[in-house]
Structure formats: C-alpha cells, structure tokens
C-alpha cells in the first residue's frame, strides 16, 4: 500500500468513537498518518451511525460533499464508508449512488489495508461481513482527537438482546466480550499515558462475561477501580433488565467509580415496553431506581427516551412523562421514533404515529426534562463536588469546563488550573445544563473522599 494521509469523520455513538480509534491504530501500524481536515487527505472515511435516520441524514450530505470534492481534485482521493450503515445499505452507496470507493463494516477493520490495495487498483472494496469472534483485543487503540483526560474502552461487541426498534443486533453482530486482561492491560495504557477518566463501553454491558477467566461485569468495574485509585470510571450502556445488585455496592464502595449511571428506560408504558421487547415493566424499572437510589445516596441518573413509538396513545405517552416526573433524570437523551430497516418493528408494526404528533410529543418530553434539570440544579447550588478539568469552555478560553462525579458539566474561571487537575468546587449558579462554580481548592480522588462523601447534601 502506497503511503498515504487519511482522515476519519465519525458520527454517533462512543462506540463509534471508540472503533475510529481502533481503525487509527491499524492504518498507522501499514505507514498511513492521520490528518485533521478532510482537505489534506489523500483517503476519507466516514464512521457511520444507523440508529436513527437523522443520523444517515447527516452522512449522506457528507458524503455528497466529499464526492464534489473527489471529483475537483481527481481521482487520487479514495473515499470509504465505515461502521453500521456499512452493512445495510453497501449496494446504494457503491453502485447505485456511486459516492464511495470503499464499504467496510465493524467487525473488517483489520481488511483495511488489503482493501486499500484492493481501491488503488481500480476496483471498489467491501467487506462487511459479521463475527463471532472479533473483538480487535490485540489493538492498542490510537487516540487522535481527545482531549487527553477521558477515553472510551471497549469491552464488549454486538447485542442480543434484539430490541424490536433497533437495528444493532443487524449492524454490530452477536455480543461476544473482551479477555479481562486485554481490558485492564489497556486500562494499565491510559493510565501511564496520564488519562484521568475512562468509560467502559458495550451495547449492553451488564451482560459482558469473560468465560476464561469466569469474570463478571461487576467483577471487571472492581478490577477496573483498582488499577489506579485517581482515575474515574463511567460505563454506558447497561439494560435495566439484568442489572446486578452487586455492581451497585460496588460503586457505593470505590470512591473512583462515578456516582452515575445511566438506564435506558425508552418508554414509562409497560404495553409500549413490551412491543419494544424490553423484557421489564414500568413497574420493575422503577423499582430498579429506587434501589439504585437507596444503595447509592446522591447516585445521578440518565436515560433515553423514544417519543411516538408504533401505536403509541396519548394515555401511554403520558406514562412516559409521568416516569421521567417519578425518577427525576438529571440528563436524558430524547427522540422521536425513527424506523429503521430489518428489525422487528420495520416487520410486525406499522410506523403509524403522524409526525407532527410525535414531534408534539417529543417537544412535550423535552420541555418537561428541561424544567426537571433546572430544578435538580437549583438544588446544587451550596454544594460541593469534586470536578475533573477537561479543558477550555467553548464560549471562553477564560474559563474551564469540567464534569462531576455524577457527570454535570461545570464552568469556573482559569486561574492556574490545567485539563486533568482535580478541583474541590462550590456550586454558586446554575442553567438546566450547566453549573457555574467557585474552586475551594486543587484536591484528589482520595482527599476529597477522606473528608465527605461523594455529594455534599
């Protein structure tokens, strides 16, 4: 393979993120180098998200772009399309739109080189074949474009859980989880390259098990905590489903495992939940919560919620208001229902919700989460956190940002303080999405934790 530049644009999710950083590490172990703008590379790729059709939106228009580009400057830049919409719609982007040279789905990434090759001899390339086995734990990940501080590890690939609205289990696979060792030895990496925050990814993470060495995710959260007592651990997504009760004590217990979780709750409907194939009830999910609540005192709470799933009425949707009101998110991620091709909810409902209903409804969700976060801010007002610097705010470089234990954002003047500093700070004001704070002074993991708890109520 000839030497060559290559920029990746990635959309979604932290998985995403993640798997960039992988593809980074491949392409500079054949002699590749990456570029910051697409305008300096001689190979574009495009790390593609399928979950909602906003998301393909946005890649499409991209992709338009590029091609207007590839055809200015000649043939010499090679585009290719990566991750999930990879796989489902490979034969409209090569032949049909004819804007990509290249196709490549999440589990081919180590064929990028031969398909490289493959492109520089005249022909498209597509690999999108699914595994069973892959979980690239033999890649040291390459992080380009963080910020230094926090970093996204990926322990586990693919879904069965086969959600009836989503389509991962069709673009990511089967599950199939890391070796515990690959996981803490990549931990162990970050660590000496001076990371202070890291969060554990998987679709669905509660269900991660490494059979060789017969360990559980709570048990890798425990080892994970162990590896350096000053870095904070996150994880995203668990299922509300088979969620362990271990793994609650276990954060209550490590001080650097974060006071925050989030729980997809999607609907507060039990009937909704059920067309959903969401094997829990509202009944079960709230009980979840109080239990997190009860066992982790000041725990923060996310979720995400889909507004005008198939057959939606307005009594179930008030449901869903009425769990957002009863569990009091500090953050949620909300959306319309988007239908998505091949999955169960494509075969066996109809997409029957008009849109301007739902775009009603989602507006009706998100107003009320809005007024919800407001008020839990308020409340921090007077109290103290310790916060993690992540780097400058974007409004100022005069001023810092930064996040909690229970991971809300916070705004305080520079001073003297640098990206990864760990700062006791006094909550003085407040929006529904940001909270403004004073520094009371440098600290640490362990010294803010010797003298209070993890929130000060």
């Known amino acids: 393979m000839k030497p060559r530049n290559f920029y990746i644009e990635t959309y979604g999710c932290q998985m995403n993120v993640s798997d960039s950083e992988i593809v980074n590490s491949i392409l500079m172990e054949n002699g590749m180098e990456p570029v910051d703008e697409p305008g300096e590379a001689d190979v574009i790729f495009v790390n593609t998200c399928s979950i909602r059709e906003n998301a393909e939106s946005k890649v499409w228009n991209r992709l338009h772009q590029f091609k207007s580009m590839q055809e200015e400057m000649g043939e010499n830049i090679t585009v290719g399309v990566l991750g999930c919409m990879a796989e489902r719609i490979r034969d409209k982007m090569l032949e049909k739109k004819q804007l990509v040279d290249l196709v490549v789905g999440p589990d081919a990434y180590r064929d990028l080189p031969k398909l490289l090759q493959k492109v520089d001899s005249g022909q498209k390339a597509v690999n999108v ?15 380009t474009s963080t910020n230094g501080v926090s970093a996204f590890v990926t322990i586990m690939r693919g879904c069965d859980n086969m959600c009836s609205f989503c389509v991962v289990p069709f673009t990511r696979g089967r599950e199939r989880s890391r070796p515990v060792e690959s996981i803490l030895d990549e931990l ?98 709230l009980a979840l919560t109080e239990k997190m609540r009860d066992i982790i005192p000041g725990v923060s709470l996310s979720t995400d919620i889909i507004a005008g799933f198939c057959d939606e009425t307005e009594e179930e949707h008030r449901d869903t208001m009425s769990l957002m009101r009863k569990v009091q998110y500090d953050q949620a991620f909300m959306f ?32 009320q989460q809005m007024n919800i976060q407001e008020q839990l ?21 005069q001023q810092l940002c930064g996040r909690t234990d229970t991971n809300k954002m916070v705004i305080l003047d520079r001073n003297d303080f640098e ?39």
């Open 419 to 457: 990206a990864g500093d760990y700062l006791e700070v006094e909550i003085r004001d407040y929006t529904a999405a940001t909270l403004f704070a004073d520094v009371i002074e440098k600290s640490s993991i362990q010294e803010f934790n010797t003298t209070r708890e993890k929130v000060v109520v």
């Open 377 to 397: 801010n308020k409340q921090e007002v007077g109290r103290r956190h310790l916060m993690l610097v992540e780097g400058p705010s974007k409004k100022s470089d």
């Open 188 to 285: 162990k990496q970050l660590r000496d390259q001076g990371y202070k925050e890291v969060t554990l990814l998987g679709q669905n993470v509660n269900s991660y098990y490494d059979e060789e060495s017969d360990t559980s995710f709570a048990e890798l959260m425990y080892k994970a905590s162990q590896v350096d007592p000053e870095i904070r651990f996150r994880f995203s997504s668990p299922h509300p489903k088979d969620f362990p009760e271990e793994l609650l004590h276990i954060i209550n217990e490590q001080p650097n495992l974060c006071n925050y979780i989030h729980i997809p709750a999607q609907s507060g409907n039990t009937d909704v939940l059920e067309r959903m194939r969401r094997p829990y009830t509202r009944e079960e999910y």
């Open 129 to 143: 074949q699914l595994s069973l086995e892959e979980t690239y734990a033999d890649i040291k990940p390459v992080r």
């Open 336 to 367: 319309a229902y988007s239908e998505r091709g091949r999955t169960l909810a494509q075969r066996k409902y109809e997409d029957n919700v008009p849109e301007d209903v739902k775009k009603r409804r989602l507006n009706e969700i998100i107003e």
